[in-house]
């Protein structure tokens, strides 16, 4: 017992000086980073929302007044990385650090009274918090069913509500345009079971059928509800975008088959986890068995840093400026992504060459504020008549977005990713400029 | 310059101090367990491969003489949950932690660079040095692709080499008894461009086919080759087994596409991260498009975790003893497989009840001495002619296994999971002996 209690003494000790340790260590990092060359230093040298929130435009004006683009750097706005919000997670600083042991989490199995047995219980939890906090989807009555990304809980979800004894494969829809992956995705496998079938605003098969409800709408940002009024039809709500900082939460949503993932929420895109919230257990156990067969269940080590980092959402939002809690991270991000829509709209408005859609601002609950959508991808039409192909255009400038076709469009549309670091958006608005004059 | 010299000072000085602290932690925690009710205690408190080597026995003893088991615990042998390996780990104290800060492997993107731009490079170097180190596989000339599990590998490589144009789908096939799961994720889907085909011994149809080379063989441990001689024939090597505790490495594996696990080469399910060597830069393109379309790649942080742990294993078998590296883990958990295989194969021989395979020894390369193949499962037969179905038998008993009929074969046979925890490896080897008198 004196033993026990000595060691008990020790570690405490240890604890407090680690504590301490760390402490001063982030203080070093913080200081060499404020003399270091790094873009975000002025924004880490600032305290407070409005300082933070306009250091996208002074690193604007730095770069117009330095000169710096040669226009030689490709920029790759293609894909929806999120790499806009590594700056507030370093601002955090170590608040969201994971620390995982080797004899952690060596099992298959996270929880095996859970239906969903890979579902790591403290990252159930943080989901739910995180819903009841934002307001933009019951949790109640429904399964939470664990994903490797929402791209294969979208899959999950196509297995778990095909027939399985059907005569033929079920059709896909989405209204046009619809996100670029969601043709390929669900036919790359041939499968019998389910089959695209294209724009939902011109299917009129006969039969049940699977629409795709994105909302807001990747690619065009608008807020969307089913397009076929019909019975028959099964909804998948793909609820990517639904976040206080792309668009108003107007209420909780209350489908049956609702996908969120990780990597638009908070920006960790490599972490690769998403989430499903199912109303019927049925389809859930069949989402649950695709992902048995398909992977094994979700990387246990994800799962716990994503939890730790929708905790410190919560945290932040709970109690925002608080030295341990941080900045609300939705009001950071909401303030960025209205600052780059602003800085975006003004270039655009500059010429005559480019347009945007026009979006209806809404009541935001959770912000307690009228605000306006600003989407993680600008859904850019050229207007000019002598450019056939937009996508090509950009690409002569060195930079890289996805065309209409891929979203079942026309070649006049282009899906730029609004999510990149400053330099990279600044750089896109440079040379939008470039190409107006 | 002067203040840039000073935070480097102060940050050294912390480093140094923060090393010292986490060095006393560690021994506090390792203080704290030797007096605690662990299992593992006693193995703790020893030092020496040939002390660690016999706690399994001594947990045992101690376990018969103070009849803890009343029948009534649920021990579920079914799947090969990799448990066992937990002690190791803990032994090797804070080698093996990983510490992913908050703004760390954000970006879908790994290496840009790398055809699989999801995979990490340091991942990827430890792979090729562990490798090199075990003498298991040839990694020159290979495309490594990392996956969510090798499940997810699997199904890569079906999509990667079924014919997109075919007029029915490629045959997939595997000699009986073959891993239970190969029937159900080769068809849930219905794919049109695979099908399973059942047993490659007794398989007859004309035109192409995959065939599917377990080795060592899950269920039953055997070293296998392709069993069907013909043309038109294209292997997939699954050797998730092949490593130095479950079999001898006679020499390194140099096929067109093999597959491993970090699962059962580590013990580390719950990462979910597997890797496969793939000669055909074609063929490896077509695995990554397949990755791309299901997950959008593998999960960053897991990787990362995954590279620390062969980093681990590397170094304590390079310098095994040394404080810095700690016992080899190679040489550790074959030595406790091979007591688990003494211990059972005493159990079995005490009766008539049952049998096991017989395996031919041979030489192993790394461990440089002859051993005997000691499977991750026991391939176990009901040889009592009043047992019709042996997983019923045992089940009476409260130890679930998997049935022969999962494996292509009889009832007569099952499998059993030899890499559980001590306590529940002991209980079965104490309920397999009272069910033979």
């Known amino acids: 017992m004196v033993n026990f209690l000595s060691i008990f003494t020790m570690r405490n000790l240890f604890f407090l000086s680690l504590a301490l340790n760390l402490s001063l260590i982030m203080r070093v990092f913080y200081e060499a980073e404020k003399h270091g060359p790094h873009e975000l230093s002025a924004r880490?040298?600032?305290?407070?929302?409005?300082?933070?929130?306009?250091?996208?435009?002074?690193?604007?004006?730095?770069?117009?007044?330095?000169?710096?683009?040669?226009?030689?750097?490709?920029i790759n706005l293609d894909h929806g990385d999120p790499t806009m919000y590594e700056s507030y997670w370093q601002q955090m600083g170590e608040k969201t650090t994971v620390v995982i042991p080797g004899w952690q989490s060596m099992s298959y199995f996270s929880d095996v009274k859970n239906p969903c047995w890979f579902l790591e219980p403290e990252f159930a939890k943080q989901v739910v918090r995180l819903h009841n906090l934002v307001g933009n989807a019951v949790t109640e009555g429904r399964q939470i069913v664990v994903g490797t990304g929402s791209s294969q809980l979208f899959l999950a979800a196509l297995y778990a509500l095909a027939p399985k004894d059907a005569s033929e494969p079920i059709s896909v829809i989405s209204a046009a345009p619809f996100y670029s992956s969601y043709p390929s995705?669900?036919?790359?496998?041939?499968?019998?079971?389910?089959?695209?079938?294209?724009?939902?605003?011109?299917?009129?098969?006969?039969?049940?059928?699977?629409?795709?409800?994105?909302?807001?709408?990747?690619?065009?940002?608008?807020?969307?509800?089913?397009?076929?009024?019909?019975?028959?039809?099964i909804l998948v709500h793909d609820l990517a975008y639904y976040w206080p900082q792309y668009t108003p939460i107007s209420?909780?949503?209350?489908?049956?088959?609702?996908?969120?993932?990780?990597?638009?929420?908070?920006?960790?895109?490599?972490?690769?986890?998403?989430w499903a919230l199912v109303k019927d257990p049925e389809v859930a156990k069949k989402m649950i068995k695709f992902i048995?067969?398909?992977?094994?269940?979700?990387?246990?080590?994800?799962?716990?840093?994503?939890?730790?980092?929708l905790e410190v959402i919560i945290n932040s939002s709970q109690n925002p400026g608080r030295p341990e809690?941080?900045?609300?991270?939705?009001?950071?991000?909401?303030?960025?992504?209205?600052?780059?829509?602003?800085?975006?709209?003004?270039?655009?408005?500059?010429?005559?060459?480019?347009?945007?859609?026009?979006?209806?601002?809404?009541?935001?609950?959770?912000?307690?504020?009228?605000?306006?959508?600003?989407?993680?991808?600008?859904?850019l039409k050229c207007e000019d008549e002598s450019v056939e192909d937009c996508e090509s255009l950009l690409r002569d400038h060195k930079i890289l977005t996805r065309g209409g076709r891929s979203f079942g469009v026309g070649p006049k549309y282009i899906r730029v990713?609004?999510?990149?670091?400053?330099?990279?958006?600044?750089?896109?608005?440079?040379?939008?400029?470039?190409i107006q004059t």
């Open 44 to 74: 880490k040298a600032d305290s407070g929302l409005e300082k933070a929130a306009h250091a996208t435009q002074r690193t604007l004006v730095s770069l117009s007044s330095s000169g710096q683009d040669d226009g030689e750097k490709l």
């Open 185 to 233: 995705m669900t036919d790359y496998l041939k499968s019998g079971l389910y089959k695209w079938a294209g724009d939902a605003r011109s299917f009129d098969k006969e039969g049940p059928y699977i629409e795709l409800v994105t909302s807001p709408n990747n690619p065009d940002g608008f807020v969307r509800h089913s397009m076929v009024n019909r019975s028959g039809g």
């Open 251 to 274: 209420s909780a949503a209350d489908h049956d088959l609702t996908l969120f993932t990780v990597s638009k929420a908070t920006g960790h895109a490599g972490t690769r986890i998403g």
């Open 292 to 309: 048995e067969l398909s992977t094994i269940g979700v990387s246990r080590d994800s799962q716990l840093r994503a939890a730790r980092i």
């Open 325 to 379: 809690s941080g900045e609300s991270f939705f009001k950071i991000s909401h303030h960025l992504m209205a600052e780059r829509w602003q800085l975006l709209r003004e270039a655009v408005n500059r010429g005559r060459f480019f347009s945007l859609p026009d979006f209806q601002q809404g009541f935001c609950q959770f912000l307690n504020q009228v605000s306006q959508p600003q989407p993680a991808f600008a859904w």
């Open 417 to 434: 990713s609004m999510l990149d670091r400053d330099h990279n958006f600044n750089l896109f608005l440079k040379r939008l400029a470039s």
